[in-house]
């Protein structure tokens, strides 16, 4: 099975004044409005950033739940936010880390099967696959 998924992003103007519009194929983002405002200094809008981080946090709480299937648990709840590090570097910005925070409820789980699964999803979840940075996982069982 191949899934291909696209996004976009239009950009008119220079770096610091510029603005851009990123949009999505299903729609969830239509022309959603970002810039170096909202990427460096905190004004509203977007930023690829945390598109990452809603990606890896969604990407890895679904592999959780798959895994979690395949042992015969599931969980009642599951809430992971996802922080990614922009940070600059010698040859100019890169992503150095991702830290991915969960708390999960999982019926029937021990802290040894818990975490061994949590570090299964953390391995093979598709878009942790795809990033080169560091990606680091606090996770607690909620009993």
Known sequence: MKIVRTGSAAWQGDIKDGKGAISTQSGALQTYPYGFSSRFDGLPGTNP???IAAA????FTMALSLILGEAKLTATQMATVAEV???SVAAGFAITAV???LKATVPGADQATFDALVAAAKANCPVSKVL???I????ELVT
Request: charged letters at 25%; aromatic letters at 0%; a negative charge.
């Open 99 to 101: 830290h991915l925070r």
């Open 136 to 139: 680091t996982l606090d996770a």
């Open 132 to 134: 080169n940075a560091s």
């Open 49 to 51: 950033e945390e598109l």
């Open 56 to 59: 890896h946090a969604g990407c």
């Open 85 to 87: 590090t922009l940070e």
